[in-house]
């Protein structure tokens, strides 16, 4: 896993299109994935971007806490495990920075997130600039995750209850959009 790049925009377009076709992710301009670039990890396998995810710090937050977005897997990638692996990686960063609070909104029904972790925050629990997040059409629902308790943040809970050890470095410091 590595920060994503300036050539790796195509590929991350690549891989969150047959997503936003279907209404699991927002659809975001090439001019969107410029912009945010610095938010972006890529894993590559077999010379290609296979995966990527997103992370932001948000800004004047009681809680030092972050959100994901556009975490997405090759379609030929599914069922490999890759989709933990991203999660476990952004976790492991968080973790080292401190940040102790990682929310994400989607509008999956298949309980992904909740099986790794992720809960439904406690009513007006959830920073006001994370709620302000959420687009009403797309129907989605904010979940957090509470790295602060948890008893190893390196590692995720995996669907079947297995853990998967992320551990990864030399990743670049985070961006924050205020």
Do not use: K
């Not at 890529?42 to 932001?56: P, S, W």
């Not at 080292?96 to 509008?107: F, I, K, Q």
């Not at 129907?139 to 957090?144: F, K």
């Amino acid at each position: 896993m590595r920060g994503a790049r300036v050539g790796d925009i195509e590929a991350v377009i690549r891989l969150s299109e047959p997503h936003a076709r279907t209404g699991a992710l927002r659809r975001r301009s090439p001019d969107d994935f410029v912009r945010q670039l610095g938010d972006y990890q890529v894993a590559e396998a077999d010379g290609a971007v296979r995966g990527c995810y997103a992370l932001e710090l948000i800004d004047g937050s009681e809680r030092r806490c972050a959100f994901l977005y556009n975490l997405c897997v090759d379609e030929s990638w599914h069922g490999r495990g890759l989709g933990s692996r991203l999660l476990g990686h952004a976790v492991d960063r968080l973790a080292e920075r401190g940040v102790t609070v990682l929310y994400t909104a989607t509008n999956r029904r298949d309980r992904w997130f909740e099986q790794r972790g992720f809960r439904l925050p406690e009513p007006r629990s959830a920073e006001p600039e994370v709620s302000r997040r959420l687009v009403p059409e797309r129907r989605s629902r904010l979940l957090e995750l509470d790295l602060a308790t948890s008893a190893d943040p390196h590692v995720v809970r995996g669907a079947a209850g297995s853990s998967l050890d992320c551990r990864d470095g030399g990743d670049p410091l985070l961006t924050s959009h205020a």
